[in-house]
């Protein structure tokens, strides 16, 4: 018996060693800079940029998901695969990048290396995700669900693109970058949502206030590299509550609403800033203050920029963010993501595992804080903040997955 315990441990470290590289893969995103050939007021990351590119994605899908061929699951993936294919070609600038993609030999042979730079590390994701990522970029640009994509990355880049504007008005490049926008913009007046964008100053000023939490930094008071601002953290928590939510083989409406929660899990802090769990904790019901204070916020600032229909959803992302619910004869519940394991793992129920999103949540803070330690923070906080994430999921078993396994994975 005991020669055989050696290949057990080889296996479990190479299945360990493949997820950590994957999770980093992802967070490798808040490296990034964009426009680092141009003066920026502020530094421009990817991550953030895919963050706020996914906000707008929501907003424009809002609009469409009744219309036919729409798919919020495609949406995310999308979202999910075109990340991963702009952290590996980060050297390439957009203009070589959109020349390559009009060759359709060479957009599918860099394609192709790309997703063997990736195949290792995703080798452990559901066979039939890594199937569709494979062969995404095979497909149609003209689908509805990759226009979508398409028109908010598009947004995205031009709401970047007047910060950098006003920074070097006259700069080399920038007038021809504006006329390249503004052809592009056309492309997609078509769609419903981005109509409505162009028509309504509130809907615009929505997109504007998610965009704020680019600007706000986690752990503001302490030097760590990467520095990771709220809106990129949420969309780190979205896309780890996704792969979860895959791995446990949860139905679609349980993936697509455990993605956006972690997506949104934190647009109140726009209004309160980053507030961290030591302070919350320091004074007796100072968290609950700082809750009700929240939801009284959004009600006079936030839900009056979206569709009165919108509500209920996004204050589940956003009040009841931690909490396990589903929908009962019209009703949403309380339950444990057991339960909606063991019963409620159907659309029917309108299932949403806040358990789960917060185990993605701390995750991505254990993460955050661990990188910056290997990077040469020697900040207590930091130290104290990861000791003690550990700890408290070193034997936590959450909705099937063997959260103490990940943190290992860190040792």
């Known amino acids: 018996m005991g020669r055989f315990k ?31 050939d141009k003066i920026r007021p502020i530094e421009l990351i990817e991550l953030d940029k895919q963050a706020h590119k996914m906000v707008i994605a929501y907003f424009l899908g809002k609009f469409v998901e009744e219309d036919p061929g729409f798919q919020w699951t495609d949406i995310i993936e999308g979202g999910i695969f075109e990340l991963l294919q702009r952290i590996v070609i980060t050297d390439l600038k957009p203009p070589i990048f959109y020349k390559i993609k009009e060759d359709e030999d060479k957009y599918k042979r860099l394609n192709e290396w790309v997703y063997r ?73 078509d769609l419903k949502g981005m109509e ?9 000023n929505f997109i504007d206030l998610c965009g704020q939490l680019r600007f706000q930094s986690r752990w503001a008071h302490l030097h760590r590299i990467p520095k990771t601002s709220v809106l990129g953290h949420s969309l780190f928590v979205a896309i780890l509550s996704y792969l979860f939510s895959l791995e446990i083989k949860a139905c679609r409406r349980r993936c697509i609403n ?24 320091s004074v007796e019901g100072l968290s609950d ?28 992302c956003t009040e009841d963010e931690f909490d396990s619910l589903v929908t009962k004869n019209g009703k949403r519940e309380k339950v444990t993501s057991k339960d909606i394991n063991d019963r409620y793992n159907e659309d029917a129920f309108n299932p949403k595992d806040g ?8 995750l991505a803070g254990f993460i955050e ?43």
Not at 122 to 146: H, M, V
């Open 6 to 36: 050696p290949i057990v441990y080889k296996i479990w470290s190479l299945k360990t060693m493949i997820r950590k590289a994957l999770l980093l893969k992802i967070f490798s995103a808040a490296y990034m800079q964009r426009w680092n």
């Open 117 to 189: 730079e990736l195949e290792f590390i995703i080798s452990p994701l559901d066979p039939d995700f890594c199937k569709r990522f494979k062969g995404y970029f095979s497909k149609s640009d003209d689908t509805l669900n990759k226009r979508i994509l398409s028109a908010a990355h598009f947004y995205a880049t031009k709401w970047e693109f007047n910060i950098i504007e006003r920074a070097n008005p006259d700069g080399y490049e920038i007038g021809a970058i504006k006329r390249d926008l503004q052809q592009r913009q056309e492309r997609y007046y």
């Open 196 to 204: 409505q964008l162009i028509k309504h100053v509130r809907y615009k």
């Open 369 to 411: 804080a661990s990188v910056a330690i290997l990077n040469g923070s020697g900040s207590p906080e930091l130290q104290e903040a990861r000791l003690s994430l550990k700890k408290q999921y070193e034997r936590a078993n959450i909705a099937g997955i063997n959260f103490g396994e990940i943190y290992a994975d860190f040792d």
């Open 355 to 362: 358990e789960l999103v917060k185990a993605a949540d701390s």
């Open 289 to 316: 203050l700082i809750r009700e204070y929240e939801k009284e916020q959004m009600e006079k600032e936030v839900y009056g920029l979206v569709p009165q229909e919108w509500h209920p959803e996004i204050k589940m």
């Open 258 to 281: 455990n993605y956006f929660t972690g997506l949104f899990h934190d647009l109140p802090e726009v209004l309160t800033r980053d507030i961290i769990s030591p302070v919350k904790r």
